[in-house]
């Protein structure tokens, strides 16, 4: 069933090749890039398993400390000739207000997740059929950064030897941060170019500018990666130059929804049709 036959002069009929297809006659690389309606139970199991493995694999990055302090040193130089070293001043601002710096605290430690996972299920109820492409730029921002941590180990400002930054958690005593006091441990502290800090909150920005039909909801998407960024310098936790490593690893995300979707994510139809329903999804170009 579903191949061509042709009849030779023998008057004997032969089947002509024909693609791979389903049984609605798309092809199976078709159907991979064709936007579908996400399942819960697999994008809650996908989501798990993926940070775990994130999380297993920034972990396993060896602590390189002593090439990480080379290079912390070597980025504050190039800084400093570009002029844009101002971290030292921002952070020491920032910690002489006791009430701004510890809500810039646990800011670092809680909206990282918790904004980002409130997208995704935003997306998930809202914009089904954008959801998979909008996910696969986050994965793939993240992916690449681990590339970034292998091959870049480098230390945060507020671990610099000479005492010049303030780190704000042990100064404060905040929870939260994986990097600092009895958590540090668990979490390798030398990881810290390129800055998925930066990464994820520019995604969850610009996504919900993209997106959202409520101007201000728009303004408060651009907003959250511009504050993001100010918390991740005022806390001594990252470098400019970090926050443009992370941009430039979201780009490689948008590159790769581009290059498999065919299109940016905000560009895809809204709403998909159930499963065992069949119509034309990628979108096409006027």
Same mark, same amino acid.
């Given at each position: 069933?579903?191949?061509?036959?042709?009849?030779?002069?023998?008057?004997?009929?032969?089947?002509?090749?024909?693609?791979?297809?389903?049984?609605?006659?798309?092809?199976?690389?078709?159907?991979?890039?064709?936007?579908?309606?996400?399942? =819960?139970?697999?994008?809650?199991?996908?989501?798990?398993?993926?940070?775990?493995?994130?999380?297993?694999?920034?972990?396993?990055?060896?602590?390189?400390?002593?090439?990480?302090?080379?290079?912390?040193?070597?980025?504050?130089?190039?800084?400093?000739?570009?002029?844009?070293?101002?971290?030292?001043?921002?952070?020491?601002?920032?910690?002489?207000?006791?009430?701004?710096? /510890?809500?810039?605290?646990?800011?670092?430690?809680?909206?990282?997740?918790? /904004?980002?996972?409130?997208?995704?299920?935003?997306?998930?109820?809202?914009?089904?059929?954008?959801?998979?492409?909008?996910?696969?730029?986050?994965?793939?921002?993240?992916?690449?950064?681990?590339?970034?941590?292998?091959?870049?180990? =480098?230390?945060?400002?507020? =671990?610099?030897?000479?005492?010049?930054?303030?780190?704000?958690?042990? /100064?404060?005593?905040?929870?939260?941060?994986?990097?600092?006091?009895?958590?540090?441990?668990?979490?390798?502290?030398?990881?810290?170019?390129?800055?998925?800090?930066?990464?994820?909150?520019?995604?969850?920005?610009?996504?919900?500018?993209?997106?959202?039909?409520?101007?201000?909801?728009?303004?408060?998407?651009?907003?959250?990666?511009?504050?993001?960024?100010? /918390?991740?310098?005022?806390?001594?936790?990252?470098?400019?130059?970090?926050?443009?490593?992370?941009?430039?690893?979201?780009?490689?995300?948008?590159?790769?929804?581009? =290059?498999?979707?065919?299109?940016?994510?905000?560009?895809?139809?809204?709403?998909?049709?159930?499963?065992?329903?069949?119509?034309?999804?990628?979108?096409?170009?006027?």
């Amino acid at each position: 069933m579903g191949e061509t036959t042709v009849t030779t002069l023998e008057g004997q009929e032969e089947a002509l090749p024909q693609p791979v297809t389903d049984e609605t006659g798309q092809s199976v690389w078709h159907r991979l890039r064709t936007p579908r309606r996400p399942r =819960l139970w697999f994008e809650i199991l996908l989501i798990a398993v993926s940070y775990w493995t994130y999380s297993l694999v920034r972990n396993a990055v060896p602590e390189q400390r002593a090439q990480a302090l080379r290079n912390a040193d070597w980025i504050w130089k190039v800084e400093h000739q570009l002029g844009i070293a101002v971290e030292q001043t921002i952070n020491h601002a920032a910690n002489s207000v006791t009430w701004l710096i /510890v809500g810039m605290n646990y800011y670092y430690a809680t909206l990282h997740f918790v /904004v980002t996972l409130g997208v995704l299920v935003w997306l998930y109820r809202r914009h089904p059929g954008r959801y998979a492409a909008t996910r696969l730029v986050l994965f793939s921002t993240t992916g690449v950064a681990l590339v970034g941590y292998y091959l870049f180990p =480098l230390a945060p400002p507020r =671990l610099m030897d000479g005492g010049r930054f303030v780190d704000t958690v042990m /100064v404060h005593q905040t929870w939260g941060s994986m990097a600092s006091g009895d958590l540090k441990n668990m979490s390798n502290q030398y990881a810290a170019m390129p800055s998925m800090h930066i990464g994820w909150s520019l995604w969850c920005g610009l996504t919900i500018f993209a997106l959202a039909t409520v101007p201000w909801v728009r303004v408060l998407g651009l907003l959250y990666p511009t504050l993001t960024l100010v /918390v991740i310098v005022a806390t001594a936790n990252h470098f400019w130059l970090d926050a443009v490593g992370g941009m430039l690893c979201l780009a490689f995300g948008y590159t790769v929804a581009r =290059l498999w979707y065919g299109a940016l994510p905000h560009a895809l139809p809204r709403v998909v049709p159930s499963q065992g329903h069949t119509t034309h999804l990628l979108p096409t170009r006027a």
